[in-house]
């Protein structure tokens, strides 16, 4: 350290990576400096990393959105010690509302961009796509069908439940929760932010993850874990609802979907959406240290994906002190 600020990430295979914000850092790997044979210096906005005891000669852009520089001045949803926010973490941060920046996640390919898609797009296999640039994202999918078992884990977990769907996906998986309610067809569309009893999510206090019909993303609870040392995981919190901006086109009358959340491939609460009875569910759910693998899904509910708004408010994963 030569008079700097800097962040060190490790995860469970001993993997570490040094992120430099400001000044100069001089990488070394090993516990003993004077006979370390490999060093690699890194100035502000670079990053390198130590992987298999091997010093990587690779700089890379440092991401400080990665990490708690210090707490926040505001109230937020997610709190070290306290809360994990999900939405945070599928924006790249740290999950204590540290990312500023707006993620779509094309749940097809596995694409991530700061743009977000809107239009109709399928797909024909029964991908699971791997996200290694998000910590603590496992990957996304689309959900088929129920013919063939559905991977939803890099473990290897299936969605034995999935029931059958259109195939069709709207738009990305996203932490800036936004509407469009133009057709598919117009170039200039028009967005608005999702409302659920006169509640905007997508803020610091209410943030949420646009998840509109078909589309799933699965959360590593261990490598969240890892990030939270002398903590438990406890519990899962979410508002699974319909957003509102729906009661301006002409699907709120008659649009369904189905709101999903498994652990480890298991269903633990499927939820019925119906726009016509304004239905939602807040849902408060225990995660054991056992479990590993968090999964939150939307499927069009039999009718077509046509108006499926739907999305994960205050998502978050409950901590406790050891």
């Known amino acids: 350290d030569y008079g700097t600020e800097f962040g060190i990430t490790a995860d469970r295979k001993g993997n570490t990576q040094a992120h430099v914000f400001l000044g100069k850092v001089e990488l070394i790997n090993g516990s003993d400096p004077t006979i370390a044979t490999a060093r690699q210096a890194l100035n502000g906005g670079q990053a390198c990393m130590v992987k298999d005891g091997v010093l990587s000669d690779k700089i890379t852009p440092a991401k400080p959105e990665t990490f708690i520089r210090s707490l926040p001045e505001r109230q937020t949803f997610g709190m070290p010690g306290c809360m ?9 941060g740290s999950g204590f509302s540290s990312s500023q920046q707006c ?71 996203t932490n800036r929760p936004i509407t469009c309610t133009d057709s598919y067809y117009v170039k200039n569309r028009t967005v608005s932010p999702v409302k659920y009893n006169n509640v905007e999510y997508g803020t610091a206090m209410n943030p949420a993850i646009c998840m509109h019909a078909n589309v799933g993303i699965t959360f590593d609870l261990d490598e969240i874990r890892a990030m939270n040392p ?29 709101m999903w959340i498994l652990v480890d491939g298991q269903t633990i609460h499927n939820i019925q959406i119906d726009s016509a009875r304004s239905t939602s569910a807040l849902i408060e759910m225990a995660i054991s240290d056992d479990d590993k693998f968090l999964t939150l899904v939307s499927t069009d509910g039999g009718d ?12 978050g994963l409950i901590l406790e002190q050891n």
């Open 230 to 258: 002398g903590t438990r995981i406890t519990g899962f919190t979410a508002l699974c609802a319909l957003s509102d901006t729906l009661k301006s086109t002409k699907y709120f009358d008659n649009q369904k979907a189905e």
């Open 304 to 315: 077509y994906n046509n108006g499926d708004w739907t999305f994960f408010g205050n998502a």
């Open 84 to 92: 994990v926010d999900l939405a945070d973490l599928v924006g790249g």
């Open 103 to 173: 993620i779509s996640i094309d749940p097809g390919t596995g694409k991530i961009s700061s743009e977000i898609m809107f239009d109709h797009r399928n797909t024909s296999e029964y991908a699971y796509n791997i996200l290694p640039e998000l910590n603590c994202v496992d990957g996304v999918f689309v959900p088929r069908g129920s013919d063939q078992p559905h991977i939803i884990s890099s473990a290897g977990h299936t969605f034995k439940d999935c029931p059958d769907t259109c195939d069709y996906y709207w738009t990305d998986i």
